[in-house]
């Protein structure tokens, strides 16, 4: 199946700085690719649709100056947690879609730890 | 909208007794319907898929879920379960908004007793 990397695995920074995740395709070429966040004992939300070429799309709720996301290439899609602070704290996951297929391919996930 | 909703957010079963975690969801076209295992401090692993073929899927570690469209429902089952059972699962729907984007219920924490 389709394989999608995600950096890094972890990560602890202080409060205040940026902390950027990428998102890579191996092999296949995405046109899109989603951001999603998971707080502690919940559910898989939502933040963003990153677009090849074009802007994000953000969800409702989701600060689009604090998340910033680029989507260099048809392989790659970053996620840039500006100013982090504890609250931002969270397990950070990329999907991209098959090539018309309806199944999503996951990365590892990144677990961001703010200090 | 399309949306899944996962009934009961913690289910405790023993050892060797029958796992049934529920999954409805609302859908005004056919949709594709997945289940998810996270297990502690770990991403996804994509556990069944219904992309509109055969309604019951199997996978071989004993999983298996149906799709009954009457009942608008992608309950996932296993005959016996395993204490390496337990964990978070995860009912999801994917949306075709011009790419298909994945849209997860809230999770159902399966607990396993000796």
């Known amino acids: 199946g389709a394989v999608v990397s995600q950096h890094p695995s972890w990560v602890i920074c202080k409060s205040g700085t940026s902390v950027k995740i990428e998102c890579r395709s191996l092999?296949?070429?995405?046109?899109?690719m989603f951001w999603y966040r998971q707080f502690p004992k919940q559910s898989l939300m939502l933040m963003a649709t990153s677009n090849e070429g074009s802007k994000a799309t953000y969800e409702q709720g989701v600060e689009k100056d604090k998340f910033l996301i680029n989507h260099a290439s048809l392989t790659l899609s970053t996620l840039t947690v500006t100013s982090a602070h504890p609250e931002d704290s969270s397990f950070y996951i990329c999907s991209a879609p098959g090539t018309g297929s309806p199944e999503a391919f996951f990365g590892q996930g990144t677990r961001l730890t703010v200090v | 909208a399309q949306s899944v909703t996962q009934l009961g957010s913690h289910v405790s079963v023993s050892e060797g007794a029958l796992v049934l975690l529920r999954c409805n969801y609302s859908s005004s076209v056919p949709p594709y319907l997945f289940w998810y295992v996270q297990y502690p401090n770990q991403g996804l692993q994509l556990l069944l898929k219904?992309?509109?073929?055969?309604?019951l899927v199997k996978r071989i570690n004993g999983f298996e879920a149906e799709f009954k469209k009457s009942e608008t429902s992608f309950h996932l089952t296993k005959p016996s379960a395993h204490m390496s059972d337990a964990a978070e699962y995860f009912c999801?729907?994917?949306?075709?908004?011009?790419?298909?984007?994945?849209?997860f219920g809230a999770g159902t924490r399966l607990f396993v007793k000796a």
């Open positions: 999801a729907v994917s949306l075709n908004t011009g790419g298909f984007k994945t849209i």
């Open positions: 219904y992309t509109s073929a055969a309604t």
């Open positions: 092999d296949f070429q995405a046109t899109t």
